[in-house]
């Protein structure tokens, strides 16, 4: 019995080596951080390429944290976000974390300088609003939310980040091309007439026509 309860508590403390147990000290940022370990177990490529082209990790350090030590997407990316937020490499927090492992992120970020309501900790809560933004599911910081990544993640749910489902880019109205919607008048000219004017033009200027046309109105 001895020994199974060592193996058991081993399994524990081998389970629990970076938690997952955020304790940042914020409900929200906690919220928002199991939510980000969920996506990232769900979407690895567009996790890491967040964490890599946004946060500045290197590549390696994510996949050996990762994979070779087990840690969580959500630590993964709490550790350099952290880090970006005081400008240093996110290797100095994972250090900085390995020092006293297991007592929470909101400790590690204490050490590190940063409290909860500091300048540094909502800038933080800002950087966690961009990143759901480039997910396509925009938020605001303290807003009571629940992200459900199973049915928003990448090509389901909102669509490139903009709430009701409604699409940016191609075939919006929004974003239409300012020469679509035209610079000129051709057939409502002050006389009535439907001719073009002179020189065959639509328009110009405004959408007055310059110079007669067929018909006794004035382009």
């Known amino acids: 019995m001895a020994l199974l309860l060592g193996l058991s508590l081993a399994?524990?403390?081998?389970?629990?080596?970076?938690?997952?147990?955020?304790?940042?000290?914020?409900v929200w940022v906690d919220t928002r951080l199991g939510e980000i370990n969920d996506y990232g177990r769900r979407y690895r490529?567009?996790?890491?390429?967040?964490?890599?082209?946004?946060y500045g990790a290197p590549r390696s350090l994510i996949d050996e944290l990762l994979d070779r030590?087990?840690?969580?997407?959500?630590?993964?990316?709490?550790?350099?976000?952290?880090?970006?937020?005081?400008?240093?490499?996110?290797?100095n927090?994972?250090?900085?974390?390995?020092?006293n492992p297991g007592q929470g992120w909101g400790a590690v970020a204490k050490r590190m300088g940063i409290k909860p309501g500091s300048p540094?900790?909502?800038?933080l809560k800002r950087g966690a609003?961009?990143?759901?933004?480039?997910?396509?599911?925009p938020i605001t910081v303290n807003q009571s939310v629940h992200v459900d990544w199973a049915q928003h993640g990448p090509g389901k749910?909102?669509?490139n980040g903009h709430p009701g489902g409604k699409k940016s880019g191609a075939?919006?109205?929004?974003?239409?091309?300012?020469?679509?919607?035209?610079?000129?008048?051709?057939?409502?000219?002050?006389?009535?007439?439907?001719?073009?004017?002179?020189?065959?033009?639509?328009?110009?200027?405004?959408g007055k026509g310059q110079g007669k046309g067929k018909d006794k109105g004035h382009g």
């Open 11 to 26: 399994g524990a403390a081998q389970a629990q080596t970076v938690g997952y147990n955020i304790r940042t000290g914020d």
């Open 45 to 54: 490529e567009p996790f890491i390429n967040e964490v890599s082209g946004y």
């Open 69 to 91: 030590r087990g840690w969580a997407p959500g630590d993964v990316y709490y550790a350099c976000a952290i880090a970006r937020s005081l400008g240093v490499p996110c290797l």
């Open 93 to 99: 927090v994972v250090r900085e974390y390995d020092r």
């Open 120 to 123: 540094a900790f909502h800038a």
């Open 129 to 137: 609003v961009g990143t759901y933004d480039r997910w396509g599911y």
């Open 157 to 159: 749910g909102k669509s």
């Open 171 to 206: 075939g919006s109205s929004h974003y239409d091309h300012p020469s679509s919607k035209g610079n000129g008048r051709g057939n409502s000219d002050k006389g009535g007439g439907h001719g073009k004017g002179q020189g065959g033009d639509k328009g110009h200027g405004g």
